[in-house]
């Protein structure tokens, strides 16, 4: 006899996102307002929420509309990064995004899984780190554990279930190294 799936026995009471149930409903209406929104909210102020909320943030960050942020104390930006329209990054545990990345619209960034092997459906969690000069194409999936190692780029719509080298163009689900990247 197969075991099967029972979503009844769910229990994630270990994961801890570090945030108290007041930060994390005020997160949830200050994103409502300010980010998960088609409005062309200055990005100054978005850059500014994020800090009051704990989120490591660098200079000349671009945050375009409809940007999905779980956990604004999980992330860490760096300088000149680009977050295009409709990204979302469910970090469910650390974001670490380099200077000078790009996330281009729609891309994802998901730390958490869950585990199909296990009856009860078991949430994995993972750590996702975005190096310098990273360019996530347009609605492209980097997944738990994952790093996007310096100048590499996950092109469009591709999925990134393995570290990607340094200086590499990934294409496909699963990404495949395609070519050397080259910057003139």
């Keep these: 006899m197969q075991v099967k799936t029972d979503l009844s026995k769910f229990n994630n009471s270990w994961y801890k996102n570090g945030g108290s149930t007041i930060k994390l409903g005020l997160w949830h209406l ?3 307002l300010f980010f ?8 100054g102020i978005k850059v500014s929420l994020l800090r009051m909320f704990g989120a490591k943030v660098g200079t000349g960050v671009v ?20 977050i295009g329209e409709c990204c979302w990054i469910e970090n469910h545990a650390q974001v670490k995004i380099g200077n000078n990345a790009c ?13 199909y092997k296990k009856s009860a459906f078991d949430l994995e969690i993972g750590k996702i780190t975005i190096e310098d000069g990273v360019w996530i194409g347009a609605q492209a ?23 990607l080298e340094a200086y590499t163009i990934y294409r496909g689900n699963p990404a495949v190294k395609q070519k050397d990247r080259v910057i003139e």
């Design 63 to 82: 945050i375009k509309q409809n940007v999905r942020i779980k956990y604004p104390w999980l992330l860490e930006i760096g300088d000149h990064v680009w």
């Design 30 to 32: 200050v994103s409502a």
């Design 141 to 163: 999936l980097v997944c738990p554990g994952i790093t996007c190692k310096s100048h590499s780029v996950l092109s469009v719509q591709s999925v990134a279930s393995k570290d």
């Design 103 to 115: 996330l281009s619209q729609g891309a994802m960034l998901l730390c958490g899984n869950h585990n």
């Design 36 to 43: 998960i929104n088609h409005l062309s909210v200055i990005n």
